[in-house]
C-alpha cells in the first residue's frame, strides 16, 4: 500500500486531483451511494432545473460495466500519461496556466455538450489534453499498439479509431481533437506562427492562487515552423524556450 501511495503522491498536484475524481465520480454511481441519473449532462435539468452541479460531475463520471470497462480504464491510462507528461513537461513550474487550459477546454465542451446533448464529457476533455500534447511534440516519432510507429501529430486520430473499434463512437474523442486544436491555435498557432493578437491569457486570480515556481520549463515542446525559422534566424533568440517531448511508454 505504502508503494501505492507514494505513486500517488508523485504524480503532479492538478492531474492527481483528476485522476482521483475521474476513479471516485465513477465509483460513487457504481456502488449507488449517489444515482448516476443525477451525475449525467442533461441540459433540461441543468438550465431550468438550475441542477448546476451537472457539468461538473458529468466530466468526471464514466457508468463502469462490463461493455465499457476497458475503454475507461484505457481513457484513465491516456488522463494520467498525457496530462503528467504536460503538467511536468511544458507546462512544468507553471500550474496556473495549466488550469486555465483545462478550465477553458472544459468551457469549450460543456457548451458543446449542452448544445449536442452530450451527456458525459470525461473522454472530450481527455483528448484535448492528448491532442494539445501531440501538437507540441508533433514532429517526434512514438510508438502504439501493435509495434507502429508514426509521428506525434497523427496520435489523437489513431486514438480515435482505437476508440472507435472498441466503444462504436467517434463523437466524443472527435470534439475532443477540435477542442484542443482551438486551444493550440489560439494559444499558439495564430499568434506565434501566422503573427496575430494573442486572445487567451491566464488570469491574474489564477497565479495569485497557483503562483507559479522557479527553475520551471517555461517552453511548449516544438514551434510552429515560421517560429523555428525565426529562432534560427536570430541565433537562437525566440520569444520561448521550447521544451523536448516524450515518447509513449517512457517514465
Not at 36 to 64: D, M
Not at 221 to 230: F, K, L, T, W
Request: with cysteine; charged share 10%; aromatic share 20%.
Amino acid at each position: 500500500m505504502s508503494d501505492i501511495g507514494d505513486w500517488f503522491r508523485s504524480i503532479p498536484a492538478i492531474t492527481r486531483y483528476w485522476f482521483a475524481a475521474s476513479i471516485a465520480v465513477p465509483l460513487v454511481g457504481k456502488l449507488g451511494l449517489i444515482s448516476p441519473a443525477y451525475l449525467f449532462l442533461w441540459p433540461e435539468a441543468f438550465l431550468y432545473r438550475f441542477q448546476i452541479w451537472r457539468p461538473i460531475t458529468a466530466t468526471f463520471y464514466f457508468p463502469v460495466g462490463p461493455g465499457t470497462g476497458f475503454l475507461y480504464l484505457v481513457n484513465l491510462y491516456f488522463l494520467y500519461q498525457y496530462s503528467t507528461r504536460l503538467e511536468t513537461g511544458a507546462f512544468d513550474g507553471r500550474p496556473a496556466d495549466y488550469l486555465f487550459m483545462l478550465l477553458f477546454n472544459w468551457i469549450c465542451i460543456v457548451i458543446t455538450g449542452l448544445a449536442m446533448d452530450m451527456q458525459l464529457l470525461m473522454i472530450p476533455l481527455i483528448m484535448s489534453v492528448l491532442y494539445v500534447w501531440a501538437q507540441l511534440n508533433r514532429d517526434m516519432m512514438v510508438s502504439f499498439w501493435f509495434g507502429t510507429r508514426f509521428k506525434a501529430c497523427y496520435l489523437p486520430w489513431v486514438i480515435l479509431g482505437f476508440n472507435y473499434i472498441i466503444g462504436g463512437s467517434v463523437i466524443n474523442e472527435l470534439i475532443g481533437n477540435l477542442v484542443g486544436h482551438l486551444y493550440f491555435f489560439l494559444m499558439f498557432r495564430y499568434p506565434m506562427d501566422l503573427g496575430g493578437r494573442n486572445f487567451l491569457s491566464t488570469p491574474q486570480f489564477l497565479y495569485r492562487w497557483l503562483p507559479s515556481r522557479r527553475g520551471g520549463v517555461s517552453g511548449f515542446g516544438v514551434p510552429p515552423a515560421s517560429v523555428r525559422r525565426a529562432a534560427d534566424q536570430n541565433g537562437g533568440g525566440g520569444r520561448h524556450n521550447w521544451g523536448q517531448g516524450f515518447r509513449l511508454g517512457d517514465q
